[in-house]
């Protein structure tokens, strides 16, 4: 009775707002969260004023005249000029493997050879038939001499009325038909002789050559393993012809292929040679695309002179190719067409706390003119403030662009960034 007294109390002290604790824990809590936010906002407006001790000074660098060389850098390849997979038109068992990685060959040498038990004996039977056609050919023209003599014979006595038509018929007959079979049995000759040939040819092939003077790049059959040419040949060995000139295949960007051309030079590098350039010229731009993940690139051939042997087939290289050369022209730095002065201090105090906090997002859109082509400027200092000149400008290495037109000379100063320094 005294417990439920008890509890009912509590409730009335709630309903009256006599029950405190609770309710100031959690203006406690909300004070708390105002302070904190009150905090945050002053240390972003600080942090986002210029401090008062603080001054903006200008980095400048000089307009230069000088030369320009424009570049495209591309990725990929060193391959043999020409290289050739041999395989193997027959089925069969390697016997023997003469050759080995990296041993230079000619034209016509032996590689590697199948075992020849069975072909031989298809060789030998089909030398059998040959000969066998001959002896059925001789027999034939025994035959024609033959029924020539009677047919001869029985014509003159049918003059004299010693022969009867019905016999002459018949000779004239046995004649003609003595001469068809002389005439199959040169047949069965030629075909028996091409049916030699055939397996000769067999024969041949069975001893795996080289196609072509070169260097045994790999091997890829050892004796004893079985060959299977059914639908396709198997490669046994790669040749490549010559390592002392080679090919560098490099994929070049979509972006840049307008500016690559047959004769231009280049200079690529591999990993083996980290500080070595080799040179190379352009042999032939390709028309085909490659795409891989939404990039598009454009295989280029450049030929390489590899007369010390330095360069092996594979490598990667990176090339950087030689696209256009400017002489005695103005140079401006990319960094002076990238620079933008920071608003004035006035604006940006205007905007307040809150404007500081929640400013409006800066426009990606850039000014153009007629033509599609954007508006650039570059910025000089002029009695303490910065001041714009347009200008329109060229081809760019990365580093330096060239200066078409525009109210500038060779050694002026141009603003490319801004330090802040203590007063």
Not at 95 to 115: M, P
């Amino acid at each position: 009775m005294k417990r439920s007294q008890s509890q009912s109390n509590n409730d009335i002290s709630t309903a009256l707002g006599t029950n405190r604790p609770a309710a100031k824990k959690h203006r406690l809590r909300w004070l708390v969260g105002v302070l904190v936010l009150i905090i945050l906002t002053v240390v972003i407006y600080v942090l986002s004023s210029p401090s008062a001790d603080m001054s903006q000074r200008y980095e400048t660098a000089k307009v230069q005249q000088g030369n320009l060389t424009v570049t495209v850098t591309a990725t990929g390849s060193v391959q043999p000029v020409k290289q050739v997979d041999v395989g193997s038109e027959l089925s069969g068992t390697i016997d023997s493997v003469y050759v080995d990685f990296n041993d230079r060959v000619q034209r016509g040498q032996i590689l590697a050879k199948l075992g020849t038990d069975r072909l031989l004996a298809q060789v030998v039977e089909a030398r059998a038939s040959l000969e066998s056609a001959r002896a059925r050919l001789d027999e034939a023209k025994a035959t024609v001499l033959e029924t020539r003599l009677r047919f001869e014979r029985c014509e003159k006595l049918f003059s004299r009325k010693l022969c009867s038509g019905e016999d002459l018929d018949t000779t004239r007959a046995a004649y003609s038909r003595a001469r068809a079979q002389a005439s199959s049995s040169n047949a069965q000759i030629a075909v028996a002789r091409a049916t030699l040939g055939a397996h000769e040819t067999d024969l041949a092939k069975a001893q795996i050559r080289s196609p072509i003077n070169g260097l045994v790049l790999k091997r890829q059959i050892e004796p004893g393993q079985t060959v299977a040419a059914s639908l396709q040949a198997p490669v046994l060995f790669t040749l490549a012809e010559d390592l002392k000139n080679m090919e560098l295949h490099v994929a070049v960007d979509e972006a840049d292929v307008g500016k690559i051309s047959v004769g231009q030079r280049a200079i690529f590098t591999v990993d083996a040679y980290p500080e070595r350039n080799f040179p190379a010229v352009i042999t032939q731009v390709r028309f085909s695309p490659q795409t891989v993940e939404g990039v598009v690139t454009y295989e280029t051939i450049l030929l390489v002179n590899n007369s010390d042997l330095a360069l092996r087939p594979g490598m990667t290289a990176t090339a950087i190719i030689k696209v256009q050369q400017l002489n005695n022209i103005i140079l401006v730095p990319n960094a002076a067409l990238r620079f933008a002065p920071a608003p004035a201090k006035s604006a940006k105090r205007s905007r307040g706390i809150f404007g500081t906090l929640f400013s409006r997002p800066r426009s990606s859109k850039r000014r153009v003119n007629a033509g599609n082509i954007v508006k650039q400027k570059v910025w000089i200092v002029r009695d303490g403030q910065p001041e714009a000149i347009p200008v329109k400008t060229g081809a760019s290495n990365g580093k330096l662009t060239e200066l078409r037109s525009g109210d500038l000379k060779p050694g002026q100063q141009i603003i490319i960034d801004t330090i802040s320094v203590k007063k």
